[in-house]
């Protein structure tokens, strides 16, 4: 294979990363066409850039619809998306999620009735983490954030750059989508509880390794067991992945409800892929939707 520009690097990484965010998962090697080659080189790579023109916008699930969507903050450089970024990197095939079905641990959480000391003590037992490689690049543990008592969980992939440095999650612009998104819920960031699969932040924001988010997500799962949310929202393909414990297409998760010990489970769209394709903005309020309805939350335009 004749050596790719790092332009032309850039262009097929945000391709691939493209791809991944709706769901597409399989690829198959062939042999470089020099016309693709061209049309990347010349395809933009910014963050809020639209994917490839020759895309459709991803599936749609029939669903009532949506009445309004949370407004978009306006797109800012790369380096301030986070949880997690578009990363201007190589995708290897190790940045898919894996194959094989990923069997959930048993419930293993504190043996406490109070929501917020079984979290505490489970922040204790993860302490300064050195279980993965991760923690070499590591500046601040994200554990999560939020109501220990919320009805309502996020989970996402991983820090960004801002969540590593503030040690909170969804804190750079698509934590500014995910709390307006809250918002339009009708709910403040405070009454939920936001946590990722993974509590430190990949190198240039890369998707996490399987062998990181397997050592990791236990501790996700312990959270989950201590709060026990009502509904939980997996936001992006990795969240989805590794809650539900098998890989498949984001298309084919989205747009209904799945059960995870005893939660309803809803898929949507990363607030970081909103950023780069806003054209998904309104499947994604339709995913919120669902959350609402299962909660009990009023729905405009519903009685």
């Not at 049309?39 to 490839?52: C, D, M, N, Y």
């Not at 440095?165 to 307006?180: R, S, Y």
């Not at 924001?205 to 990791?216: F, L, S, W």
Request: contains cysteine.
């Amino acid at each position: 294979m004749p050596a790719l520009d790092p332009a032309t690097q850039q262009a097929l990484a945000a391709r691939l990363r493209f791809y991944r965010d709706l769901g597409l998962t399989d690829f198959y090697r062939r042999p470089l066409d020099p016309a693709l080659l061209e049309s990347l080189a010349s395809e933009p790579t910014a963050p809020g850039a639209p994917g490839p023109s020759h895309l459709g916008t991803g599936d749609s699930p029939t669903q009532p619809e949506p009445s309004r969507a949370p407004s978009l903050p306006a797109a800012s450089s790369p380096e301030r998306v986070g949880d997690h970024e578009p990363h201007p990197i190589d995708v290897q095939e190790s940045d898919i999620p894996p194959r094989k079905p990923i069997a959930a641990p048993p419930a293993v959480a504190p043996a406490v009735t109070d929501p917020a000391e079984a979290l505490r003590i489970i922040r204790d037992e993860i302490g300064d983490c050195t279980r993965c490689g991760l923690h070499k690049g590591r500046n601040k543990l994200v554990f999560g954030d939020g109501s220990p008592t919320a009805r309502l969980m996020f989970v996402g992939e991983g820090p960004g750059a801002d969540e590593d440095a503030q040690g909170l999650p969804f804190v750079g612009k698509a934590g500014q989508l995910l709390n307006n998104m809250i918002t339009a819920m009708g709910l403040k960031r405070e009454d939920v509880y936001i946590a990722n699969v993974v509590k430190c932040r990949p190198p240039q924001n890369r998707t996490p390794e399987p062998d990181e988010a397997n050592t990791c997500s236990p501790f996700l799962f312990q959270q989950i067991d201590a709060i026990r949310p009502e509904v939980i929202v997996a936001l992006g393909a990795t969240a989805a992945t590794y809650l539900l414990g098998q890989r498949q297409p984001l298309a084919g998760l989205r747009g209904r409800v799945h059960t995870w010990r005893g939660s309803k489970l809803i898929v949507t769209y990363h607030p970081a892929f909103l950023l780069r394709d806003p054209r998904q903005k309104k499947e994604a309020w339709a995913d919120l939707q669902i959350a609402m309805r299962e909660l009990g939350l009023k729905v405009a335009g519903k009685s």
